[in-house]
């Protein structure tokens, strides 16, 4: 993996439902709503990320993963111009932007569809379709006309002045149509960093057979909230078992929130839980993501419906000034526990183990070398005293400042990270 990226901590962006964009594609002119985004690299920087992570801003026919040109600029976001001014501006302020590529399947709109090129997953007399969604059409992996597009158009983005590529549905695309492609263009950007959208499975295969550097840990962000709402932390424990094998041979790309799952603080049976999901996601290794909005403890249900993903990709503001006051205590909270993260940049990597485990306590060690953290999480309803030695070790992440006291007693419903003096 790049050295740049093991140090990436990403502000995770839906800008065309950060930007109010309309639901559908329309006739009328660009608007430049992309420029919007500016007004918020400080705020990402204040967080204490290191990049965007944007989903999908290229020129689709509803929400973006319906791409008819992956060389233009969404007209309902702007045009080449706005995005250069937002490369520009982030990279002014040492923000690295990583954009969404869609290439397992496209809208019936683009263009090579509608010429009727042979580049396309056939099923009886229609196209192979994406999850039974008709008007997403599946590409034709095996066909050298689309890897060879494919990486036209990373390129072309790379030359821009983009880091990176997340994949979006990378799990329906077969491992070695990345290792096709992905030669070429590492050549030519060797410091690319390249993310696949993996559900299950086996992602230490798929990340060797494809040549990624590193695939999404939804095994993690599941075990993470089943296991507070559930009181059931050998759930978490096991997970972690299987995290750190992957840490063996890539750090994957963690997240507690993302646009396509309900928001952390509406899946919480109990909101005194939300910073417990915050400390593992900061403590253990991988390249961390924060969905827009989560950092504002923001609410969303994702439906399986039309539209249903609505709730989880709405419009901010035009400033931060004018969000909600009520957002910014777990603002702060990202501020205290990412500046932690970023003082011990050797989690990226770090190894597990679970030092202490029951239904609802656990304490999990963090290590690499000679650096460790501890992570001792409670959610009964009782103070709760750890057998763990803390003998040496100090308070450098709690839900409030705490001066004093045993650290090895974490009150009810509450968390802390320990570290060596």
């Given at each position: 993996?790049?050295?740049?990226?093991?140090?990436?901590?990403?502000?995770?962006?839906?800008?065309?439902?950060?930007?109010?964009?309309?639901?559908?594609?329309?006739?009328?002119?660009?608007?430049?709503?992309?420029?919007?985004?500016?007004?918020?690299?400080?705020?990402?920087?204040?967080?204490?990320?290191?990049?965007?992570?944007?989903?999908?801003?290229?020129?689709?026919?509803?929400?973006?993963?319906?791409?008819?040109?992956?060389?233009?600029?969404?007209?309902?976001?702007?045009?080449?111009?706005?995005?250069?001014?937002?490369?520009?501006?982030?990279?002014?302020?040492?923000?690295?932007?990583?954009?969404?590529?869609?290439?397992?399947?496209?809208?019936?709109?683009?263009?090579?569809?509608?010429e009727g090129r042979r580049w396309f997953r056939r099923q009886g007399t229609d196209f192979e379709v994406f999850e039974g969604h008709r008007h997403l059409v599946k590409l034709d992996h095996e066909e050298p006309e689309v890897a060879q597009y494919v990486g036209e158009v990373l390129h072309h983005w790379l030359e821009r002045g983009v880091s990176g590529w997340r994949f979006d549905a990378t799990y329906a695309i077969p491992p070695e149509f990345w290792s096709r492609v992905l030669p070429a263009v590492r050549e030519k950007h060797p410091e690319a960093w390249f993310v696949g959208e993996v559900l299950h499975g086996d992602y230490a295969a798929y990340v060797e057979r494809s040549g990624l550097d590193t695939v999404t840990q939804y095994e993690l962000w599941k075990a993470i909230w089943s296991s507070l709402n559930d009181a059931n932390f050998f759930?978490?424990?096991?997970?972690?078992?299987?995290?750190?094998?992957?840490?063996?041979?890539?750090?994957?790309?963690?997240?507690?929130?993302?646009?396509?799952?309900?928001?952390?603080?509406?899946?919480?049976?109990?909101?005194?839980?939300?910073?417990?999901?915050?400390?593992?996601?900061?403590?253990?290794?991988?390249?961390?993501?924060?969905?827009?909005?989560?950092?504002?403890?923001?609410?969303?249900?994702?439906?399986?419906?039309?539209?249903?993903?609505?709730?989880?990709?709405?419009?901010?503001?035009?400033?931060?000034?004018?969000?909600?006051?009520?957002?910014?205590?777990?603002?702060?909270?990202?501020?205290?526990?990412?500046?932690?993260?970023?003082?011990?940049?050797?989690?990226?990597?770090?190894?597990?183990?679970?030092?202490?485990?029951?239904?609802?306590?656990?304490?999990?060690?963090?290590?690499?070398?000679?650096?460790?953290?501890?992570?001792?999480?409670?959610?009964?309803?009782?103070?709760?005293?750890?057998?763990?030695?803390?003998?040496?070790?100090?308070?450098?992440?709690?839900?409030?400042?705490?001066?004093?006291?045993?650290?090895?007693?974490?009150?009810?419903?509450?968390?802390?990270?320990?570290?060596?003096?």
């Amino acid at each position: 993996m790049t050295p740049w990226a093991e140090h990436a901590i990403w502000w995770h962006v839906y800008p065309l439902g950060f930007t109010g964009a309309p639901a559908a594609a329309t006739a009328e002119p660009a608007r430049h709503r992309l420029r919007q985004l500016e007004n918020w690299l400080d705020y990402a920087v204040e967080l204490g990320c290191s990049g965007l992570m944007l989903g999908p801003v290229f020129a689709a026919e509803t929400h973006g993963y319906d791409t008819v040109d992956h060389f233009r600029i969404d007209p309902r976001l702007g045009d080449d111009s706005d995005f250069d001014r937002l490369v520009a501006a982030a990279r002014g302020r040492g923000l690295r932007i990583v954009l969404d590529g869609v290439f397992n399947h496209v809208g019936r709109g683009f263009k090579p569809l509608v010429e009727g090129r042979r580049w396309f997953r056939r099923q009886g007399t229609d196209f192979e379709v994406f999850e039974g969604h008709r008007h997403l059409v599946k590409l034709d992996h095996e066909e050298p006309e689309v890897a060879q597009y494919v990486g036209e158009v990373l390129h072309h983005w790379l030359e821009r002045g983009v880091s990176g590529w997340r994949f979006d549905a990378t799990y329906a695309i077969p491992p070695e149509f990345w290792s096709r492609v992905l030669p070429a263009v590492r050549e030519k950007h060797p410091e690319a960093w390249f993310v696949g959208e993996v559900l299950h499975g086996d992602y230490a295969a798929y990340v060797e057979r494809s040549g990624l550097d590193t695939v999404t840990q939804y095994e993690l962000w599941k075990a993470i909230w089943s296991s507070l709402n559930d009181a059931n932390f050998f759930e978490l424990s096991w997970a972690l078992k299987r995290h750190d094998a992957l840490l063996e041979t890539f750090p994957p790309q963690t997240f507690i929130g993302n646009h396509d799952v309900t928001r952390l603080a509406s899946r919480l049976d109990d909101e005194r839980h939300f910073g417990h999901a915050l400390a593992l996601l900061l403590t253990v290794g991988g390249v961390p993501s924060v969905y827009y909005g989560d950092e504002q403890a923001f609410r969303g249900v994702k439906e399986e419906r039309e539209g249903g993903d609505d709730a989880v990709r709405p419009a901010f503001p035009g400033t931060p000034g004018e969000l909600a006051p009520y957002g910014w205590p777990t603002y702060r909270l990202h501020q205290r526990l990412i500046g932690m993260r970023r003082r011990h940049p050797w989690l990226v990597r770090a190894r597990t183990e679970v030092l202490h485990l029951t239904n609802r306590a656990v304490a999990v060690r963090s290590y690499a070398g000679e650096d460790e953290v501890l992570t001792l999480l409670n959610v009964g309803d009782e103070p709760y005293r750890f057998p763990v030695a803390t003998g040496g070790l100090t308070v450098i992440g709690a839900p409030v400042h705490a001066d004093g006291g045993d650290p090895a007693v974490v009150p009810g419903h509450s968390w802390v990270v320990l570290s060596p003096r």
